[in-house]
């Protein structure tokens, strides 16, 4: 029931540099709309406050997809800024909760993209929480979800065993057709595809 996805991050995409330099843009397949997103200083928010290639090049893949995104209800796991759950919703989902673990300063940073981006997805309900992995039970793991998105979750060994627990938790709850896409960029020296699945494994995955 799980289908992990390997994007090989060979790919160019649509996304620019905005004036400001604290800013990335993602262009959403029709080219009327752009995502704008802000990002934050690595002293301030750590490895979520930029929009890294995986989720450059997931938000690619569901550009291919739209059609199946439309109405859906979307959970994002570490979202960062937002940019794949946001994304989402520009394609047309109906409900998009983006998640990260619970630093204030991650979460309102997801909080400001929400806001900066909100007439794109005008009748969508998108909201942000925290939400821990392999932790604390939390009600967003019973809700009836149709995707889990999750972009460079995988880069580092030490959190995918938990990453890989929220998952199953995720699935074992879930009444609906859930969908689990990950975007996983190889490093040689952690987080490797191989690592990802043996602990998909596991988990029973």
Same mark, same amino acid.
């Given at each position: 029931?799980?289908?992990?996805?390997?994007?090989?991050?060979?790919?160019?995409?649509?996304?620019?540099? !905005?004036?400001?330099?604290?800013?990335?843009?993602?262009? $959403?397949?029709?080219?009327?709309?752009?995502?704008?997103?802000?990002?934050?200083?690595?002293?301030?928010?750590?490895?979520?406050?930029?929009?890294?290639?995986?989720?450059?090049?997931?938000?690619?893949?569901?550009?291919?997809?739209?059609?199946?995104?439309?109405?859906?209800?979307?959970?994002?796991?570490?979202?960062?800024?937002? &940019?794949?759950?946001?994304? &989402?919703?520009?394609?047309?989902?109906?409900?998009?909760?983006?998640?990260?673990?619970?630093?204030?300063?991650?979460?309102?940073?997801?909080?400001?993209? $929400?806001?900066?981006?909100?007439?794109?997805?005008?009748?969508?309900?998108? =909201? $942000?929480?925290?939400?821990?992995?392999?932790?604390?039970?939390?009600?967003?793991?019973?809700?009836?979800?149709?995707?889990?998105? *999750?972009? =460079?979750?995988?880069?580092?060994?030490?959190?995918?065993?938990?990453?890989?627990?929220?998952?199953?938790?995720?699935?074992?709850?879930? !009444?609906?057709?859930?969908?689990?896409?990950?975007?996983?960029?190889?490093?040689?020296?952690? *987080?490797?595809? =191989?690592?990802?699945?043996?602990?998909?494994? &596991?988990? *029973?995955?």
């Amino acid at each position: 029931r799980v289908a992990i996805l390997e994007l090989v991050l060979m790919l160019p995409i649509d996304v620019s540099k !905005h004036p400001n330099s604290d800013e990335t843009e993602l262009v $959403v397949p029709n080219h009327s709309k752009r995502l704008q997103l802000r990002m934050a200083a690595f002293d301030r928010v750590g490895s979520g406050g930029i929009v890294w290639h995986a989720a450059k090049v997931l938000c690619r893949w569901l550009s291919s997809t739209a059609d199946e995104l439309r109405g859906a209800r979307v959970l994002e796991l570490g979202c960062g800024t937002g &940019a794949c759950g946001l994304y &989402a919703a520009a394609l047309g989902a109906s409900r998009v909760t983006l998640t990260d673990d619970d630093r204030p300063a991650l979460l309102d940073l997801a909080r400001s993209n $929400v806001q900066l981006n909100a007439a794109l997805y005008p009748t969508a309900v998108v =909201d $942000v929480q925290p939400l821990v992995w392999g932790g604390r039970a939390s009600a967003l793991l019973a809700a009836q979800w149709e995707w889990v998105l *999750g972009a =460079d979750l995988t880069y580092i060994r030490r959190g995918i065993d938990d990453l890989f627990r929220t998952l199953r938790e995720l699935l074992w709850r879930s !009444h609906a057709a859930l969908r689990v896409v990950l975007a996983h960029q190889d490093r040689m020296d952690n *987080g490797t595809l =191989d690592e990802v699945r043996i602990s998909a494994h &596991a988990a *029973g995955l």
